[in-house]
């Protein structure tokens, strides 16, 4: 009778167990449809299956159906575990990448390089300049504690030439900015002879986008950032691809927009400027001058630096891209003409590249668009989304999305319970390259000015398929 009694309270402790373990399974699923709902459910009814025939063995005579039912709860539970684990690891992992809304500018507190100031100390009560097309709202109570008489420029540079004019002892400036000017590589270097005597981080949110959802198509710029380090930072933006994506067709048009591409940022009151310096104002002011640009409206940006694109493509395991021409970069290697298989720093090197190439800027983006579209391939695969939540945390801080956890959650739901290829289309629009006032620089800078009849067939083609 004993034998019995302890025998009913072990079933009845593995019921009272498995009961909890598929609570705490529809818990999770509630609260992020990860799966489509058909695999979630049929899932839970296979463990309850399992989990009951082992039961029912336990009532068995002979000694090996016993062991064997033993073996079936001991299976439902790992299962239930495994698939907690697996929502609770993918809801983190969307989180470090999604619902990033928050945008952080780094200043600094300049002097001129000849000056003998040597720290913000030596600037309390003196002037001290600050630029109106950088000021963040949060910028001067951050500056109150330093005690500074604040001055003010319409712009930038206007602050750097009032400092160089002495009428200003100091400068608050966009770090990002000062990187620019003082980039010998793009030909931009104005050696104004700076000294950075403290960097002050400010950040402020990002104005929310519309929902989207798999039923409808949605438009995503795709930003790649020339820095290193934490995404969140504002810097230049060297890759401009707007996404257009028709999930229910299961079609993706790239469209690749050159970095010199001269055309008026949404601040700067109809004055050009490159494409890539929009990114030092931050994402908003890109993405509000891609839109200007095409006449459409952006539902979400996602945006990349050189760690996260490095990253991300190492954690997916390489990818195998095309190449349209065979060349060399230095310290990397060979690139073929045709397919290449590429690890991250190698994948960085081909969408970098650009001397290589007679069209250089617009190859530089084709590479890029084609470089996309092997990581969209693989990642639309059903071995990599299942197993997304552990790419995504690999790049923790080095890519970002304004799109919600929930918003990615069911895209990937719906590839999961759509599959099959898409159909991804690329385009590049071009220009004529020549030396054109900037708004950012004020004076002449390389530039290309936008081929009409390019900007035209981008604009119809995007109508076309967000209309299919």
């Given at each position: 009778?004993?034998?019995?009694?302890w025998h009913?309270?072990?079933?009845?402790?593995?019921?009272f167990?498995?009961?909890?373990?598929?609570a705490?399974?529809?818990?999770?699923?509630?609260?992020?449809?990860?799966?489509p709902?058909?695999?979630?459910?049929?899932?839970?009814?296979l463990?309850?299956?399992?989990?009951?025939?082992?039961?029912?063995?336990?009532?068995?005579k002979?000694?090996?159906?016993k062991?064997?039912g033993?073996?079936?709860?001991?299976?439902?539970?790992?299962?239930c575990?495994?698939?907690?684990?697996?929502?609770?690891?993918?809801?983190?992992?969307?989180?470090?990448i999604?619902n990033?809304?928050?945008?952080?500018t780094?200043?600094g507190?300049y002097?001129?390089?000849?000056?003998?100031?040597?720290?913000t100390?030596?600037?309390?009560?003196?002037?001290?300049?600050?630029?109106?097309?950088?000021?963040?709202?949060?910028?001067?109570?951050?500056?109150?504690?330093?005690?500074?008489?604040?001055?003010?420029?319409?712009?930038?540079?206007?602050?750097?030439?009032?400092?160089?004019?002495?009428?200003?002892?100091?400068?608050?400036?966009?770090?990002s900015?000062?990187?620019?000017?003082?980039?010998?590589?793009?030909?931009?270097?104005?050696?104004?002879?700076?000294?950075?005597?403290?960097?002050?981080?400010?950040?402020?949110v990002?104005?929310?986008?519309?929902?989207?959802?798999?039923e409808?198509?949605?438009i995503?710029?795709?930003?790649?950032?020339d820095?290193?380090?934490?995404i969140?930072?504002?810097?230049?933006?060297?890759?401009?691809?707007?996404?257009?994506?028709?999930?229910?067709?299961?079609?993706?048009l790239?469209?690749s927009?050159?970095?010199?591409?001269?055309?008026?940022?949404?601040?700067?009151?109809?004055?050009k400027?490159k494409?890539?310096h929009?990114?030092?104002?931050?994402?908003?002011?890109s993405?509000?001058?891609?839109?200007?640009?095409?006449?459409?409206?952006?539902d979400?940006?996602?945006?990349?630096n050189?760690?996260g694109?490095e990253?991300?493509?190492?954690a997916?395991?390489?990818?195998?891209?095309?190449?349209?021409?065979?060349?060399?970069v230095?310290?990397?290697?060979?690139?073929?003409?045709?397919?290449?298989?590429l690890?991250?720093?190698?994948?960085?090197?081909?969408?970098?590249?650009?001397?290589?190439?007679?069209?250089?800027?617009?190859?530089?983006?084709?590479?890029?668009?084609?470089?996309?579209?092997?990581?969209?391939?693989?990642?639309?695969?059903?071995?990599?989304?299942?197993?997304?939540?552990?790419?995504?945390?690999?790049?923790?801080?080095?890519?970002?999305?304004?799109?919600?956890t929930?918003?990615?959650?069911?895209?990937?739901?719906?590839?999961?319970?759509?599959?099959?290829?898409?159909?991804?289309?690329k385009?590049?629009?071009?220009?004529k390259?020549?030396?054109?006032?900037?708004y950012?620089?004020?004076?002449?800078?390389?530039?290309?000015?936008?081929?009409?009849e390019?900007?035209?067939n981008?604009?119809?083609?995007i109508?076309?398929?967000?209309?299919e």
């Amino acid at each position: 009778m004993k034998t019995k009694r302890w025998h009913a309270t072990i079933l009845g402790a593995c019921v009272f167990v498995m009961g909890l373990l598929v609570a705490c399974l529809i818990y999770q699923m509630t609260r992020i449809s990860i799966l489509p709902v058909t695999y979630s459910v049929a899932g839970i009814l296979l463990i309850l299956i399992i989990f009951l025939i082992g039961i029912l063995l336990q009532f068995r005579k002979k000694i090996i159906l016993k062991v064997l039912g033993i073996g079936l709860i001991v299976i439902s539970f790992a299962s239930c575990a495994e698939g907690i684990y697996l929502y609770e690891n993918s809801i983190k992992a969307l989180n470090t990448i999604a619902n990033q809304d928050v945008e952080t500018t780094t200043y600094g507190v300049y002097v001129l390089e000849s000056t003998k100031v040597s720290s913000t100390n030596d600037l309390q009560g003196k002037m001290v300049g600050v630029s109106t097309d950088m000021l963040h709202e949060e910028l001067p109570e951050a500056l109150v504690a330093y005690n500074f008489n604040l001055k003010s420029y319409n712009s930038q540079l206007a602050l750097v030439e009032g400092l160089i004019k002495k009428e200003c002892e100091g400068a608050i400036l966009s770090t990002s900015y000062v990187s620019m000017l003082e980039d010998d590589a793009t030909g931009e270097n104005l050696e104004v002879g700076l000294k950075l005597l403290e960097e002050i981080n400010v950040s402020k949110v990002v104005e929310a986008s519309q929902p989207v959802t798999p039923e409808k198509p949605f438009i995503v710029y795709i930003s790649g950032k020339d820095t290193w380090g934490h995404i969140s930072v504002t810097s230049r933006s060297d890759v401009n691809v707007l996404a257009v994506v028709n999930p229910g067709t299961k079609h993706l048009l790239l469209v690749s927009t050159p970095r010199d591409y001269y055309v008026p940022l949404s601040i700067s009151n109809g004055v050009k400027d490159k494409l890539t310096h929009a990114g030092i104002y931050g994402t908003e002011v890109s993405e509000d001058t891609m839109e200007m640009l095409y006449d459409i409206n952006i539902d979400h940006y996602f945006k990349v630096n050189f760690s996260g694109f490095e990253g991300l493509i190492n954690a997916m395991g390489g990818i195998t891209v095309w190449s349209d021409y065979a060349f060399d970069v230095e310290n990397i290697g060979h690139f073929s003409k045709g397919e290449n298989h590429l690890n991250g720093l190698q994948a960085l090197a081909f969408v970098r590249e650009r001397h290589s190439f007679a069209r250089g800027d617009v190859q530089r983006g084709e590479n890029q668009m084609n470089v996309i579209q092997s990581v969209v391939q693989k990642m639309t695969s059903k071995s990599t989304l299942m197993n997304y939540g552990d790419i995504l945390k690999e790049c923790d801080g080095t890519f970002a999305t304004d799109f919600t956890t929930e918003e990615i959650a069911d895209l990937v739901a719906y590839q999961l319970s759509n599959p099959g290829e898409w159909n991804i289309e690329k385009m590049s629009v071009g220009g004529k390259g020549e030396h054109n006032n900037v708004y950012s620089l004020s004076r002449r800078a390389y530039v290309m000015v936008p081929n009409e009849e390019d900007i035209n067939n981008a604009k119809e083609r995007i109508e076309e398929i967000m209309n299919e």
